[in-house]
T-cell receptor, first 110, second 111 residues
């Protein structure tokens, strides 16, 4: 069992829909990252959070430390949101190392 | 904004060649990392460095070495490239207490 599991693996939505991507982890963590990767491109860090909720534009990330679960929400989705979204955790005992989920491929159709 | 710059976006090399992948960050970060990304396997840590001349093996160091002679630069070296090293390579850096910044990646093809 992976230490970091994401669901769904693939998600197709229509423009304007509200989208949720989930991440569950099994280790104690210092922080959790949500990352975005466009086709052929590098990775952009969207959020780093260790408690509560963060919002940036149409993106919202929440984390529940007790339940070891985080969600990434996209409101009013747009085709340019199409990308792979990756959850990564920074374990309490892993120093600087991240443990990555396998990613969620999001496709938003016009 | 912090920048992590990888010297090449695309590289094609021949089997047996020595390959250097360069990564430079401009914000005096202590920690730097090299990952490779493959379909179905996600991101895997090759090597990381927490200071100049310091290096630690990641999960898949075989066939690779690294060099960090200056704080801003972290090089990944493939001593003798092989076809199974065809992959996307991503560099990242982070300061002591904050989040990661990733480079734009180098897609290496070994023929």
């Amino acid at each position: 069992k992976n230490e970091v599991e994401q669901s769904p693996q693939n998600l197709t939505a229509q423009e304007g829909e509200f989208i949720t991507i989930n991440c569950s982890y099994s280790v104690g963590i210092s922080a959790l990252h949500w990352l975005q990767q466009h086709p052929g491109g590098g990775i952009v860090s969207l959020f780093m959070l260790s408690s509560g909720k963060k919002k940036h534009g149409r993106l919202i990330a929440t984390i529940n430390i007790q339940e070891k679960h985080s969600s990434l929400h996209i409101t009013a989705s747009h085709p340019r949101d199409s990308a792979v979204y990756i959850c990564a955790v920074w374990g309490e005992t892993s120093g600087s190392r991240l443990t990555f989920g396998e990613g969620t491929q999001l496709t938003v159709n016009p | 904004d912090v920048k992590v710059t990888q010297s090449s976006r695309y590289l094609v090399k021949r089997t047996g060649e020595k390959v250097f992948l360069e990564c430079v960050q401009d914000m005096d970060h202590e920690n730097m990392f090299w990952y490779r990304q493959d379909p179905g396997l996600g991101l895997r840590l090759i090597y990381f460095s927490y200071d100049v001349k310091m290096k630690e093996k990641g999960d898949i160091p075989e066939g690779y070495s690294v060099s960090r002679e200056k704080k801003e630069r972290f090089s990944l070296i493939l001593e003798s490239a092989s076809t199974n090293q065809t992959s996307m390579y991503l560099c990242a850096s982070r300061p002591y207490l904050y989040g990661y910044t990733f480079g734009s990646g180098t897609r290496l093809t070994v023929v």
